[in-house]
């Protein structure tokens, strides 16, 4: 995956981003069978969103967007802004529920 994103140019967007799911998808499955730690496949999700987001910066200089790249922006902007508030939510329950008298 490092070698994607140091590799990644409007010549090869398409494979790119194949290649990087079928990456992210293996390396997932592989960590449910135990055979990567929780930090490395953080580290590939990580990889995989870097890559996204370069491919995200390339797509207004393709002539032609291809069809499962167009809502790619969207699809990323999603993780960012659902994360967090999550994790704020939970943060703040377990604050008010430990100091709780």
């Not at 167009?70 to 802004?81: A, H, N, P, Q, V």
Request: aromatic content about 10%; some cysteine.
């Amino acid at each position: 995956m490092f070698e994607l994103h140091r590799r990644l140019n409007l010549n090869n967007v398409q494979k790119s981003y194949n290649s990087a799911r079928y990456y992210r998808d293996e390396i997932r499955e592989q960590h449910r069978w135990g055979h990567f730690s929780l930090r490395e496949r953080a580290l590939a999700d990580n990889l995989f969103l870097a890559i996204v987001q370069g491919i995200v910066e390339l797509l207004p200089q393709l002539d032609r967007v291809p069809e499962d790249l167009e809502e790619l922006r969207d699809d990323i902007t999603d993780i960012y802004y659902g994360l967090p508030a999550c994790f704020n939510r939970c943060r703040t329950r377990g604050r008010s529920t430990r100091y709780s008298p």
